[in-house]
Nanobody
Framework: QVQLVESGGGLVQAGGSLRLSCAAS????????MGWYRQAPGKQRELVAA???????NYADSVKGRFTISRDNAKTTVYLQMNSLKPEDTAVYFC?????????WGKGTLVTVSS
């Protein structure tokens, strides 16, 4: 089992920045990919950014150049630095950890960007 706890959400004005953190615990040795997803009201959950165990990263087109995913050296915490935030970035942000045939999710943290 893997436990994921997100933090860092909140209310910010358009153009501002926030940094989300996701602390992983449990059987993290087998995790291949960790990432951030988001779900806005009335919309499907979508991938925002992901980082593999080898350090490769992937971003949604809508956040490229504004968001950066990173992790600590122990690979137990993943961060999402969000700059130049827009009202359309408003959503619940979920941390995800994936390994073969299994996905784990955090409970989510709300990010609200006011115009």
């Amino acid at each position: 089992q893997v436990q994921l706890v997100e933090s860092g959400g909140g209310l910010v004005q358009a153009g501002g920045s926030l940094r989300l953190s996701c602390a992983a615990s449990g059987s993290i040795f087998s995790i291949n990919v960790m990432g951030w997803y988001r779900q806005a009201p009335g919309k499907q959950r979508e991938l925002v950014a992901a980082i593999t165990s080898g350090g490769s990263t992937n971003y949604a087109d809508s956040v490229k150049g504004r968001f950066t995913i990173s992790r600590d050296n122990a690979k137990t915490t993943v961060y999402l630095q969000m700059n130049s935030l827009k009202p359309e970035d408003t959503a619940v942000y979920f941390c995800n950890a994936a390994r073969v045939a299994m996905n784990y999710w955090g409970k989510g943290t709300l990010v609200t960007v006011s115009s």
